[in-house]
C-alpha cells in the first residue's frame, strides 16, 4: 500500500519540480514577492543586449526630458501599468525550456481576479553569460509585441 502511495504522491510533484529552475528563477524574481520595474537602472545587471540597448534609450530620454514619461510607459514583464500583487503572485506560473546556454521562460499570470483581458501570457528570453542567466528579451503574447523591437527615440515615445 505504501508504494502506490508514494508513486501518486511523485506523479503530482514531478511536473511541479520540472517547472522551476535556475532560469525560471531569474523571471521570478521581477514579480514576488513584488513587482519590480525591468528598466530599473538597478537591476540591468540582470540583462543583456537586445534589451539593454532599448533601456539605454529610455534612460536617456528620461535624463533629456525628466519631467516626460520616457520611452517605456508601462511594465514590460506584465504588459500592463496596472495590477493587483496578490492576485499575481496566486496564479503566477512559470515554465522553462532550456537549450545549452539559452533559456525561454513563459509566465502566465491574471492582473486581476477578474475581467476578459485580465490574463496575460509572456516570454522571456534568457542567455546565460558567466554561469549566469541573463534576460535578453521581454515578448507578450497576449498583446503581440517583443521589447527588443519597440523603437525608442531619446525624447520621444516608442512606435
Not at 521581477?30 to 520595474?37: H, Q, R, T
Request: charged share 30%; proline share 5%; glycine share 4%.
Amino acid at each position: 500500500m505504501k508504494l502506490p502511495l508514494l508513486a501518486a504522491i511523485l506523479s503530482i510533484a514531478a511536473p511541479v519540480a520540472a517547472l522551476a529552475g535556475p532560469a525560471s528563477d531569474a523571471v521570478k524574481f521581477f514579480y514576488v514577492p513584488e513587482v519590480k520595474f525591468e528598466a530599473d537602472a538597478q537591476y540591468r545587471d540582470r540583462f543583456t543586449e537586445p534589451v539593454t540597448k532599448l533601456f539605454d534609450l529610455n534612460d536617456q530620454a528620461t535624463k533629456k526630458n525628466p519631467d516626460q514619461v520616457a520611452c517605456i510607459d508601462f511594465d514590460p514583464g506584465l504588459d500592463a501599468q496596472d495590477f493587483d500583487q496578490k492576485t499575481l503572485s496566486r496564479t503566477l506560473k512559470l515554465s522553462e525550456k532550456i537549450d545549452g546556454d539559452n533559456a525561454e521562460v513563459t509566465a502566465n499570470f491574471k492582473l486581476f481576479a477578474e475581467g476578459d483581458d485580465a490574463g496575460r501570457e509572456m516570454h522571456w528570453t534568457l542567455k546565460k553569460i558567466d554561469g549566469k542567466w541573463k534576460i535578453a528579451d521581454i515578448a507578450s503574447k497576449t498583446s503581440d509585441w517583443t521589447l527588443s523591437k519597440l523603437e525608442c527615440v531619446a525624447g520621444q515615445d516608442p512606435e
